[in-house]
């Protein structure tokens, strides 16, 4: 079966701007987390969607926001970019919310902000 | 504030040698679980041990889990040019009404042919 499919793979933006990120998870999986990895902080949980609920929510400013939607596809939209912005975001689709069962994650978006 | 740390932050082996990465975590867990990264990509879930397991086998895999010491251990036998990759662990985290997981800042492997 396809894995979870992120677009698109690379995006250039300038500071000020704002970008949307979309997922499509496995088929079957009702669960979305997204998570940012920078090479200065590593691995950093942004959100988690099920059933188009946010369920949790990582500390970051209210710039970066989400969505879920019916078929499970999920977005992430980030505003008014800033350079510290520049990062792989990845997205993780798992069957059941939470973080008790393994999660699979797509190739990732890598976004500069110039 | 990261929730596993790994070590070594890198190792470089032969191929054919084992490679024992490392983490260790600070608070309470349920589960422990441990991903590979190649260069830039998405991560590969590789094993998830709970708390109430101490060892867990996956092919060349071998995970324990020490949760009076809050460290886990990853050992790759008989090691390939193609395990050459990041690998994290990646602990559950709980509180405040909401769960996520927190990874370590990862052990990147070389893997010479």
């Known amino acids: 079966k396809a894995g979870v499919t992120q677009t698109p793979r690379y995006l250039i933006k300038t500071r000020g701007q704002q970008v949307t990120l979309s997922c499509s998870p496995i088929s079957g999986h009702r669960s979305v987390s997204w998570y940012q990895q920078t090479p200065g902080q590593g691995l950093q949980f942004l959100f988690e969607?099920?059933?188009?609920?946010?369920?949790n929510k990582g500390n970051f400013p209210g710039r970066f926001s989400g969505r879920q939607f019916s078929n499970s596809r999920s977005e992430m939209n980030v505003s008014t970019l800033e350079l510290g912005d520049s990062a792989l975001y990845l997205c993780?689709?798992?069957?059941?919310?939470?973080?008790?069962?393994?999660?699979?994650f797509g190739s990732g978006t890598r976004l500069t902000v110039v | 504030s990261q929730q596993g740390e790994e070590d070594p932050q890198a190792l470089s082996i032969q191929e054919g040698e084992n490679a024992t990465m490392n983490c260790s975590y600070k608070t309470s867990i349920n589960n422990l679980q441990w991903y590979r990264q190649n260069s830039g990509r998405g991560l590969v879930h590789l094993i998830l041990?709970?708390?109430?397991?101490r060892e867990k086998h996956s092919g060349r895999l071998r995970v324990t889990l020490d949760t009076s010491k809050k460290s886990s251990s990853l050992l790759i036998t008989a090691s390939r040019a193609a395990d050459t990759a990041s690998y994290f662990c990646a602990t559950d985290a709980r509180g405040g009404g909401s769960e996520k997981l927190v990874f370590g800042k990862g052990t990147k492997l070389t893997v010479n042919p």
């Open positions: 993780a689709s798992s069957l059941r919310p939470g973080v008790d069962y393994g999660y699979t």
């Open positions: 969607y099920f059933s188009e609920t946010q369920r």
């Open positions: 041990i709970r708390s109430n397991e």
